[in-house]
């Protein structure tokens, strides 16, 4: 009966022992998965913080083109309305100027006739 009792225990053991090289196993696993897990968690949460500084930076580049857009927009209202304006002056200069040529063209037609008689 000790005999069985031995054979009984040493059959435990052994179990007992497989048992535990395969929790080992299975742990040493778990770790390996897990510290790929926190490898690609980081990764993920590299690249996130990438986009957000890219997207950051285009926002800021964008802001500073529509500044510049619209301070050429405000330049060219402002060279339009000077130009309009001078169109507008020009535009009378013009008028006075006709009006003066058919005055002079009126003297010089009637000093002609004055002169032809």
Do not use: C, P
């Amino acid at each position: 009966m000790i005999e069985a009792l031995k054979a009984l225990n040493a059959q435990k053991s052994s179990e007992i022992n497989r048992l535990k090289r395969e929790l080992q196993k299975s742990n040493k696993r778990a770790r390996h998965l897990s510290v790929d897990k926190l490898e690609e968690e980081q990764l993920v949460r590299t690249k996130l913080l990438e986009e957000s500084a890219r997207r950051k930076r285009l926002s800021v580049n964008f802001e500073k083109a529509m500044t510049a857009e619209r301070a050429v927009r405000e330049t060219t209202k402002k060279k339009i309305t000077t130009l309009e304006a001078k169109s507008v002056t020009w535009s009378q200069n013009e008028g006075k100027l006709h009006q003066e040529l058919e005055m002079r063209e009126d003297v010089i037609k009637g000093l002609k006739e004055y002169h032809a008689k």
